[in-house]
């Protein structure tokens, strides 16, 4: 997740990386007139993670600087909530809880 990010290095910096992010879930929110980050390096972002297979949710806000914003808080949130039922098990398209769960190491 990038609030008011890119990608790093100077400018002409080589965007070609090797791996995949297999459909990771990336987000990019930044404002249009960002004092520290260029609109432009931020769609550069985006484009360099979407060819590695990332899902780039990409938002530009208006008006808030270098700052972050509450509908970037709740995307966030949300990106967060379904990483914990990935990694818990739940599906986070049904209503029902795992019926598996995974066992703890005695020691």
Same mark, same amino acid.
């Given at each position: 997740?990038?609030?008011?990010?890119?990608?790093?290095?100077? @400018?002409?910096? =080589?965007?070609?990386?090797?791996? /995949?992010?297999?459909?990771?879930?990336?987000?990019?929110?930044?404002?249009?007139?960002?004092?520290?980050?260029?609109?432009?390096?931020?769609? @550069?972002?985006?484009?360099?993670? !979407? /060819?590695?297979?990332?899902?780039?949710? @990409?938002?530009?806000?208006? +008006?808030? +600087?270098?700052?972050?914003? @509450?509908?970037?808080?709740?995307?966030?949130?949300?990106?967060?909530?379904?990483?914990?039922?990935?990694?818990?098990?739940?599906? =986070?398209? !049904? =209503?029902?809880?795992?019926?598996? /769960? =995974?066992?703890?190491?005695?020691?």
């Amino acid at each position: 997740m990038k609030l008011s990010g890119g990608l790093m290095g100077p @400018e002409g910096t =080589p965007r070609d990386y090797a791996g /995949r992010l297999a459909g990771t879930p990336v987000f990019l929110g930044c404002n249009d007139v960002d004092p520290r980050i260029p609109l432009a390096r931020v769609h @550069e972002t985006a484009r360099a993670l !979407g /060819r590695l297979g990332g899902a780039i949710p @990409e938002r530009i806000y208006s +008006g808030i +600087g270098h700052d972050i914003n @509450e509908d970037e808080v709740r995307h966030v949130g949300g990106l967060l909530a379904a990483l914990g039922d990935v990694v818990s098990g739940v599906d =986070p398209g !049904g =209503p029902n809880p795992p019926t598996t /769960r =995974p066992e703890t190491l005695d020691r």
